[in-house]
């Protein structure tokens, strides 16, 4: 029988949504709790709010989740930054600033998003990792609220949740702008769900697309939209439709035509990509798209930054079909021919002469696309980030979100971490910085008369640049305080654990099951293990003479409902960036888990 584990007490340096209250796992007993160990950084984290709303909503008061927020980047463990994060992104239960990471190891969290559910009677009794989990949670969640409903052990009543009051300001955590024909602005109001034109002033308000004041209901028309593309206006009268709008947490394309407002729908099937890759166009709308954060015109083509799945997409609004454009989902940082190369989070896209600009916001990079090859200019890796301005090869960002090419051939970037605009000069190959003090700014548009709007994301506005105010920054460099894990030299096996979720069952009806791909960075790390297989467990060799790096894997597993007439079919996936150290009396097995949804004597 499997010993029952208590659940670590929830310690963390304050709470948000509680009404100043601090909550211990006391005020919680009598109630099924979901820990969710997010960063607000990361794509899949955001995935993970998104699925987990429909549990809160249909368990009522018999569910409680808990977000830990778990750091990665520096400016994460500002407490007014993780406030202002729990507010962009609609939370709308307790969390827990855990800046230190205590809770990270308490509970043996390996990777961003990991989940923990904890019975009525404090024991934990189940933890996975990554996405798409909502399923085998709401079965688990079922099991749990009849067991301690039996037992006498489940307590309904009100939660612990409390809403903050709402601001009354034009724009409420804009994400893009562009300018329009005639000087005004189009601008993504994400945490309104809509999208606004302004006049050139930034502020004065001409009309609202969407959501409205309040904010519009998830799925209609709008969801937290990010990048907007005005077409080129041939295009534009073919396809009906003046401006596409990536419309990020339906995971869509729409089309807005400026005359009457009319909204489409051009793209996306309104379900999260999971699937796997492939080098063939699609019909755009039956496609399954990942968060497509922002849009280029490049290469006679809409060019998506596809940042949930770490890969470009590109869309024909003529022929109405999507492909895959550059990236192979794994989320890394290498160069080389397109599309087998690694990208992380791309969310913006800027064009200037032959060269498709990216800010590759994981990687804390800039990166362009030129002659089908993609290149890095400023970033050196997942991990690695901070303030550092001079030679390109040296200098650091902290995970930028925009990026605006210039007529002189370099390139400004909106450097949302440090809050900062950066300028990356291709001549002299150097970094400088251009204006601080800036609060998460997330796009920076260049106007027809030259002007620099920036928009700044966590002050709720646009902000005009001083021109020529250029100075240079040698500020700190960070690596991520991610724990690292060790591993012996030599011999390591690696073990991806996957349990299917309740009511499901392996599905071999088109093949194996199950497949994994692992790497390293540097790639000297793995003298022998690298590549794919159909086997969950791989024998690995750690290179001796490499004393750290990271581990590459991504592990998908295929599985079917069980005595069901209509079964379905579901793909669970999940890729890890693991940080190792090597050392001569570290373990020679590392476990991963893919999906461990037992209940464990619960």
């Given at each position: 029988m499997t010993a029952r584990v208590r659940a670590p007490e929830l310690r963390g340096r304050g709470w948000l949504n509680t009404g100043g209250k601090d909550l211990t796992l006391a005020d919680l007993r009598g109630k099924v709790v979901v820990l969710d160990f997010w960063t607000f950084c990361c794509i899949n984290c955001l995935h993970v709010l998104d699925e987990l709303r429909p549990l809160e909503q249909k368990y009522g008061?018999?569910?409680?989740?808990?977000?830990?927020?778990?750091?990665?980047?520096?400016?994460?463990?500002?407490p007014e930054a993780l406030a202002a994060a729990v507010e962009r992104y609609g939370v709308h239960h307790p969390v827990v600033d855990d800046g230190d990471m205590h809770l990270w190891q308490q509970y043996a969290?390996?990777?961003?998003?990991?989940?923990?559910?904890?019975?009525?009677?404090?024991?934990?009794?189940?933890?996975?990792?990554?996405?798409g989990h909502a399923e085998g949670l709401s079965r688990l969640i079922d099991e749990l609220i009849a067991k301690h409903t039996a037992d006498g052990t489940l307590h309904r009543g009100d939660g612990p949740y409390v809403p903050r009051p709402a601001a009354d300001t034009v724009f409420r955590f804009p994400g893009k702008a562009v300018e329009l024909p005639g000087g005004h602005l189009l601008v993504s109001d994400s945490a309104r769900h809509s999208v606004v034109e302004v006049e050139a002033d930034g502020e004065t308000l001409v009309r609202r697309f969407g959501g409205g004041e309040g904010g519009g209901e998830r799925g209609a028309p709008f969801s937290e939209p990010q990048g907007l593309l005005l077409l080129p206006a041939q295009v534009a009268s073919s396809a009906g439709y003046d401006v596409v709008v990536a419309d990020t947490v339906n995971h869509q394309l729409r089309g807005l035509r400026l005359s009457d407002g009319e909204i489409t729908l051009v793209a996306g099937s309104g379900r999260?990509?999971?699937?796997?890759?492939?080098?063939?166009?699609?019909?755009?709308?039956?496609?399954?798209?990942?968060?497509?954060w922002d849009l280029a015109w490049y290469d006679d083509r809409v060019i998506i930054a596809m940042a949930g799945i770490h890969q470009l997409w590109w869309f024909d609004p003529i022929k109405r079909t999507v492909g895959v454009y550059a990236g192979t989902t794994v989320e890394s940082l290498r160069d080389g021919p397109i599309p087998d190369v690694w990208m992380a989070q791309p969310s913006g896209l800027s064009v200037g002469g032959d060269r498709l600009w990216i800010a590759d916001s994981e990687t804390s990079a800039l990166r362009y696309i030129a002659d089908g090859v993609l290149h890095t200019a400023v970033g050196q890796g997942l991990f690695d980030f901070g303030h550092v301005d001079g030679q390109a090869k040296e200098a650091l960002l902290q995970h930028p979100l925009g990026v605006a090419a210039l007529p002189d051939g370099s390139v400004l970037v909106a450097d949302t971490y440090n809050g900062a605009i950066r300028?990356?000069?291709?001549?002299?190959?150097?970094?400088?910085?251009?204006?601080?003090?800036?609060?998460?700014?997330?796009?920076?548009?260049v106007t027809s008369g030259g002007d620099v709007l920036v928009v700044e994301s966590a002050a709720h506005r646009l902000t005009r640049l001083a021109p020529g105010a250029v100075r240079t920054v040698s500020g700190e460099r960070h690596r991520t305080e991610r724990p690292a894990s060790p591993v012996a030299p030599g011999e390591l096996t690696l073990d991806v654990v996957f349990t299917p979720a309740p009511g499901q069952?392996?599905?071999?009806?088109?093949?194996?099951s199950t497949r994994l791909e692992v790497s390293a960075s540097?790639?000297?790390?793995?003298?022998?293990?690298?590549?794919?297989?159909?086997?969950?467990?791989?024998?690995?060799?750690?290179?001796?003479?490499?004393?750290?790096?990271?581990?590459?894997?991504?592990a998908q597993a295929a599985t079917c409902d069980v005595d069901v007439e209509f079964a379905a079919c579901h793909l669970t996936r999940q890729d890890w960036g693991v940080p190792v150290v090597v050392t001569a009396d570290g373990p020679t097995r590392l476990p991963l888990i893919l999906r461990g949804m037992d209940a464990a004597d619960s």
């Open positions: 008061d018999a569910l409680v989740v808990i977000g830990v927020h778990s750091p990665k980047f520096e400016h994460e463990r500002d969290a390996k990777a961003w998003p990991t989940l923990a559910v904890i019975d009525p009677t404090g024991y934990l009794v189940a933890s996975m990792a990554g996405e999260p990509w999971r699937s796997s890759v492939d080098d063939h166009p699609h019909d755009a709308l039956a496609a399954d798209l990942s968060s497509p300028r990356f000069d291709p001549h002299s190959d150097e970094v400088s910085t251009v204006d601080t003090g800036l609060a998460e700014p997330s796009d920076v548009v069952k392996l599905d071999t009806q088109f093949g194996p540097p790639p000297e790390l793995l003298l022998s293990g690298a590549g794919v297989t159909t086997d969950l467990s791989r024998a690995l060799v750690i290179n001796p003479d490499v004393p750290k790096g990271v581990l590459q894997v991504v």
